[in-house]
């Protein structure tokens, strides 16, 4: 079974252990219980795209649903808000995270429910009920001489085709699908939470949709409010939409919504003549580092830099989004760019990685000096440097690469005590420049063993 299906398989084999759960009074104090898909993942399975994060409205006892779910099939049970009813089980084989949610709204009701969502693409609901009804219709017969498969016998897409048949909109949320298109569900929603501007953005971006002229002018009557919400929140969400190619989002933060000024409010023209920031010159900048990024992977050495921008810098964040919001504070020094920086609550280690590009002032003496300053963050230096053309910029990288490569591979003939019991140096910073002077002379091919080394280290500190 391919891992798509062992997927699919498994989130239906959760979604009946859930719908168990609800169905038996026993967790439900006699009273009556249902529970529905909701959210990204109903909205998902029509764009036919795989997710592994499953939303679940439940009407009743919440945290004991979701508490016996984590129970029955070794989830780690996580509370997200338990004032609002909010609980996270995370099963780490396949990946999969099932959010286990009340109503938004205190009635208890489904209906309320999706009419306080945010976009109608994102208010949709399938009754888990719908599941135990296809399961009894959508079963396929065993190949000759096979036994029967568990889960009643059915393919994965078979039923996940099926439950969209089952589902519930009120808000015209499938024929915005259908259109593409990003609508707010009230008008109050951006009022309420002013933080769904950028998440309507954010999934305008990802999915490739346009967003509507009512929403768009809402976004723009409460952009203002944005702010007030935590750099959290606003991160989590401009970080995703960071790491999409510019195409997507660059018209809806800097023209149609001009929400970039909101979130970086040295932006506004007023405060702009006093600390050198340009947001016409950041936006081009980050335009300038995604068409960079994108001709060195076309380059062999591009499939080893791919590693640099993708890694994981800190909190599950890469390094591609940082250097997109580096970017954009182009014309400022570490300095003037710390206040943005400490607002924006970025982790100590990914100020240090901003503090290290902006320092680099392009001048290139040799890759050892480049190597020992900046090590591999050189690469995102060198690309944020506006000086440098983009294919002087492309050769740079390409030989840095390969240079990095080569030196992190070294044999290391000499050890750092070595040289201390050996050759009688003070343990400190004479240490670590004689080792950093070996490493450059391998490079160069002058130290080629052991001897070598040796050799050359008495020489250097006349020593017999």
């Not at 999915?207 to 991160?235: N, W």
Request: aromatic share 8%; glycine share 4%; proline share 2%.
């Amino acid at each position: 079974m391919s891992k798509d299906k062992k997927l699919k398989t498994e989130i239906i084999r959760l979604l009946n252990g859930v719908h168990a759960i609800v169905e038996n009074k026993y967790f439900n104090d006699g009273r009556n219980n249902s529970a529905y898909l909701v959210g990204g993942f109903v909205r998902d399975l029509f764009l036919e795209r795989d997710s592994i994060d499953v939303d679940i409205l439940v009407l009743n006892n919440v945290r004991v649903v979701a508490k016996e779910l984590a129970d029955r099939f070794g989830g780690s049970f996580v509370i997200l808000d338990s004032v609002h009813d909010a609980y996270r089980v995370v099963f780490t084989t396949y990946g999969i995270s099932v959010d286990i949610v009340a109503p938004k709204c205190k009635q208890a009701k489904l209906e309320a429910d999706l009419r306080k969502r945010d976009f109608t693409i994102n208010a949709l609901a399938i009754p888990l009920q719908a599941l135990k009804e296809a399961q009894s219709t959508t079963k396929t017969k065993p190949a000759t001489g096979t036994q029967p498969t568990n889960e009643t016998q059915l393919t994965a897409d078979m039923l996940m085709s099926t439950l969209k048949g089952k589902t519930i909109d009120i808000v015209d949320g499938i024929k915005d699908l259908q259109a593409r298109k990003v609508s707010v569900v009230y008008e109050a929603a951006f009022e309420e939470d002013a933080l769904r501007i950028l998440r309507g953005v954010r999934l305008a971006t990802q999915l490739g949709f346009t967003i509507s002229d009512d929403t768009k002018e809402l976004m723009r009557r409460y952009k203002h409010q944005v702010k007030y919400a935590s750099y959290e929140r606003i991160r989590a969400e401009f970080w995703a939409i960071l790491v999409e190619p510019c195409s997507n989002w660059l018209s809806f933060l800097g023209n149609e919504i001009q929400l970039i000024q909101e979130l970086i409010p040295e932006f506004m023209p007023e405060i702009m003549q006093e600390t050198d920031c340009n947001m016409q010159l950041g936006l081009r900048r980050v335009v300038e580092i995604e068409r960079s990024i994108e001709a060195i992977s076309k380059v062999t050495i591009g499939r080893k830099t791919s590693d640099y921008f993708y890694s994981i810098v800190a909190a599950g964040y890469t390094r591609l989004p940082l250097l997109k919001f580096a970017a954009l504070l182009s014309g400022l020094d570490y300095e003037r760019a710390r206040p943005i920086i400490n607002r924006w609550k970025l982790s100590s280690k990914e100020a240090s990685i901003i503090k290290t590009w902006l320092s680099f002032d392009g001048n290139i003496r040799s890759f050892h000096e480049l190597y020992e300053t900046y090590q591999a963050e050189a690469i995102g230096a060198i690309i944020l440097q506006n000086a440098i053309s983009m294919q002087e910029r492309l050769h740079i990288i390409s030989e840095y690469v390969a240079y990095l490569i080569k030196r992190q591979q070294l044999t290391q003939y000499i050890s750092g005590k070595e040289i201390i019991e050996e050759f009688h140096v003070l343990p400190g910073k004479e240490v670590k420049e004689l080792l950093m002077l070996l490493d450059r002379l391998q490079m160069d091919g002058i130290i080629t063993s052991r001897e070598s080394a040796r050799d050359y280290l008495g020489r250097h500190l006349n020593v017999n």
